[in-house]
């Protein structure tokens, strides 16, 4: 294991370079760099949770546009563009619901497109420059949230947190743990539950990981253990990330969060979100038109290596689900904090 935390992903060399991540899968038993070369191992990687994460998803794509570009001959702008095309919709198929993929491709095929005259090469160098902003302006996200979000912490407490939201997720240093990270640096003494989260279990393995790195105390809880940690006063409050907001707030995030929040409510326990400007889809009036991932089968009948559901028997695996806006108490952004959350007040901040 590194003694140092290591970039969750980073663009070595210039051009033409490699996209070079921690193999997310691997963790916490290795830790192993990948270095990717091709568009399809940049598609691989999302598609398999390599990399994931909605903020970490969009820098990938960002990235993954130049792996896809470079090293081919352009004998016109025509060509080139329709490369960009064609690997920016391939790259956008990988997975639906992290909204942030999205926003990067746009933001890529957007800078192409306001210089149509710009030759193959010199274009390539503005698109890596494009990604390296965002890749860049994601870690001041990040660093922002945890500022904003500081004031919402116990001085003392539990809190607990749902998937990994964390430097593994994004660019920086993560969006919910970024919080947690900048209260715990501030000297707010928070104990941090982190729910295993089924079925691949990011709480157990990724989010334990990151904290147990960064010194802030950890207690890796099952997911069906929430409401008994909650009832028994353990959780002053509860804070995940997201992959899509809606415009009236309602936000998907890893399946499993809406129960969290629902039970945080019985509770009386204050449910927060953190994420980025990226992370909403102002195009949405609400979480019903977010699309869910579904996913394989494998991953819950044949986790980790052990059968667990007999053979032949049905098996639904959404990835995600989404909190309805009045569940949840403020929204942490990198602007400043969304509260009360509704149409109006997502707007104000965010349009
Ligand atoms: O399927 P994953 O691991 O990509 O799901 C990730 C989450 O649900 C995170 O909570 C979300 O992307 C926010 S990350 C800052």
Redesign the pocket.
Known sequence: MPTKIPRTLQWVGDLPGTLRMIDQTKLPVEFLEIDLTTVEQVWEAIKM?RV????AIGVSAAYGTIVGLQGRAYSTRADFDARLAEVTSYLASSRPT?VNLFWALDRMRAVAAAETQTDPDTMLARLLGEARAIDVEDQAMCRAMGQHGIALMPEQGGVLTH???GGL??AGD??ALSVLFAAHAAGRKIHVFADETRPLL?GARLTAWELQQRGVPVTVICDSMAAVAMRDGKVSAVI????RIASNGDAA??IGTYSIAVLAQAHGIPFYVAAPSSTFDMSLGSGAEIPIEERDREEIANGMGRQTVPDGVDVWNP??DVTPARLIRAIITERGVIDPVNLATVREMIS
Request: net charge positive; charged share 15%; with cysteine.
């Open positions: 949770l994931r994460g909605a903020p992290a998937c990994n939201a997720a994004t993560g969006t990011q995940t990330g997201a992959d995030n890893k990835a995600f």
